[in-house]
């Protein structure tokens, strides 16, 4: 199975600042399609998670351009600009290139100061 | 709007069998595959597997191939989820998400398993 790495497993941010969540692939998520199959979702507490990033730096439908993904083929990141309130919450990073052994990493919890 | 809507909250015995449900909407229902994903209380997310709404199979993840089953009403734009001869190890929040990416979720149901 593809293990999924995160770091930090809990961050502390400044509202107005800027946050950065890592993940590293145990194994190269790009496809010979050209696409790099890495997915951000953020459970919000008490919630369902929701899809933030799709296929390493694509922008869910609604989701503010605050977020941004970006990555290789095994080391991914999650940025944060000008971090608020309603972004606090536990962040996943997941692979969804090995159908059907999807697999997630264990969560990044996002507090504020 | 798309949604979808899961049934409440269960709880349940060891070796009982329970079914779940997730009744989508807003959208047309064999357009997406429907994924199944547990969460252990205070854990993080662990995919299930999924179902094709097309032609109704099933596909599992490792730890989920024995006891788990995965079945549509699609007349009734509905995924089912079955756990068989229950643990306690199956005490969780299950969800349901809408096609490869997930990109929609269901609010959840919570699982207890206790004598």
């Known amino acids: 199975d593809i293990v999924m790495t995160q770091a930090p497993l809990s961050v502390s941010v400044t509202p107005g600042e800027s946050a950065s969540i890592s993940c590293r692939s145990s194994?190269?998520?790009?496809?010979?399609?050209?696409?790099?199959?890495v997915y951000w979702y953020l459970q919000k507490p008490g919630k369902s998670p929701q899809l933030l990033i799709y296929?390493?730096?694509n922008l869910a439908s609604g989701v503010p351009d605050r977020f941004s993904g970006s990555g290789s083929e095994t080391d991914f990141t999650l940025k944060i600009s000008r971090v608020e309130a309603e972004d606090v919450g536990i962040y996943y990073c997941?692979?969804?290139?090995?159908?059907?052994?999807?697999?997630f990493g264990a969560g990044t919890k996002l507090e504020l100061k | 709007q798309i949604q979808l809507v899961q049934s409440g909250p269960e709880l349940k015995k060891p070796g009982e069998s329970l079914k779940i449900s997730c009744k989508a909407s807003?959208?047309?229902?064999?357009?997406?595959?429907m994924q199944w994903v547990k969460q252990a209380p205070g854990k993080g997310l662990q995919y299930m597997g999924w179902?094709?709404?097309?032609?109704?199979?099933?596909t599992y993840a490792d730890d989920f191939k024995e006891r788990f089953v995965f079945s549509l009403e699609t007349s009734a734009s509905t995924a089912y989820l079955q756990i068989n001869n229950l643990k306690n190890e199956d005490t969780a929040t299950y969800f349901c998400?809408?096609?490869?990416?997930?990109?929609?979720w269901g609010q959840g149901v919570m699982v207890t398993v206790s004598s």
């Open positions: 998400a809408r096609g490869h990416t997930m990109a929609y």
């Open positions: 807003g959208y047309t229902f064999t357009d997406y595959a």
């Open positions: 179902i094709n709404t097309q032609t109704g199979k099933p």
């Open positions: 194994k190269s998520l790009l496809h010979s399609n050209g696409i790099t199959y």
């Open positions: 296929r390493m730096s």
């Open positions: 997941g692979q969804l290139l090995e159908n059907p052994m999807y697999t």
